[in-house]
């Protein structure tokens, strides 16, 4: 029945892979509270000539909330990050909206293309993985999205303001599981997208692309989650017993697969098929010799947020303004 089941999952996801994301999304991503809805325009109350911007950490809990409101406009399953976690939102503070957000967690501890890339062993990733950061969620929100928005968030998510946070946070902190005290300054931040390459980071010199990869998820099971969580409790997998920090980053997938493992169903169900495209952004000049240990010396190339946004206004918004139906022509 199981085995039923997983099969039609796959086959409607190959049918259709974004309608099926989306209404996967539709399920997972938090829906939209009509209590925040004065946050978020439309499209006839914007001017883009007068659009002023604001960086804005989340760290209340009325920011959390609008910043959860602004995913449910996404139309792939966004993951709600892992370990340490940074939120931002970019603000449109001439009219008081949100213009788009940026959400940044622990990298994956095995990435193959990135691993490759940077060339380092296993004990200088254990050092300086620490170092790094992975956009899990990046973009502009209606109508902004139609400003080429979604390509000044992908600038200002290096910008120095994000770093500078990034210090302060985790400055003099020690690690969880190891207890060491590493040095609090990011130099790399990554991402994935969904669907392979995006427009979004085409034509951004600060982004490189590296490739694909598929790897394994679960995420495109979200719809059999409950049925195989209660025949994991069922069979009394070690798994249930180990959903706590220092234990991974995935438990749902170990869960996932001891269940399929005692089922003798095939890890292939964990294969989509869907190819990401992966991002990889250095914010320092010796960013290779530092994440292999080499040196401690860095010399950062990103520029300010106020940098990056007249970059964003000179290079799109001025392309954009004339599509802009309404007020702008």
Known sequence: MLIQELENLLRVLQENPREYMRQVAKEKNPSFNPKYERFFAKKEEIDPRKIEFELELVSSNTSSEIFR?????????????????????????????????????????????????????????????YNMMTAYVLGAVPPYNELFGAKLVALVVGCKEVCQAFEEKYKGKKTIIRGRTPLAKLVVVDTMAFFGKSLIYEGLSEWQFLGFTKGLTHIHLNGLWEKCLKLAREMGVRSLEKNRFGHGPNWKFRVLREVFSRLGISDNYFETGLEKGYYFRPLVKEWREFLRGETDQLTYVNKTFEEYVEIWKSKYLKRRLKKWSGKAS
């Open 69 to 129: 409101n602004a995913m449910s406009f996404w139309n792939v399953p966004i993951s709600a990050g892992y370990g340490r976690r940074m939120r931002f939102i970019v603000w449109d503070k001439a009219h008081n909206k949100v213009f788009g957000i940026f959400g940044l967690c622990d990298p994956l501890i095995g990435l193959k293309i990135r691993d490759d890339y940077i060339g380092w062993s296993k004990k200088q990733k254990e050092e300086r993985l």
